[in-house]
């Protein structure tokens, strides 16, 4: 079982990101991730970026399930208003 501290410590390791939060209740995570890095990709190219950072932890079956919103620093701002 995964703590969200632990896969936000690995997204932190493997994506600058300029926000990032992760909940969850050790099976299902839910995290809001925003880098510049996901500038000029879609939304599957940016969801295949933060699985590749996690992709150990999906194969071994320790992370199963992790719902993402994936934005850019300016798409992050337009949201928050």
């Known amino acids: ?14 994506l600058p990101c300029e926000f990032l939060t992760v909940e969850g209740d050790g099976h299902h995570f839910e995290a809001i991730i925003v880098s510049a890095e996901f500038a000029g990709k ?4 940016r969801q ?4 590749a ?3 150990g932890h999906f194969d071994s079956g320790i992370l199963h399930a992790l719902s993402m919103k994936t934005l850019t620093p300016e ?6 208003g």
């Open 1 to 14: 079982m995964m703590h969200p501290e632990s896969i936000e410590a690995l997204l932190r390791e493997g």
């Open 42 to 45: 879609n939304r599957v190219q």
């Open 48 to 51: 295949q970026r933060v699985n």
């Open 53 to 55: 950072v996690l992709k």
């Open 75 to 80: 798409e992050w701002e337009q949201q928050r």
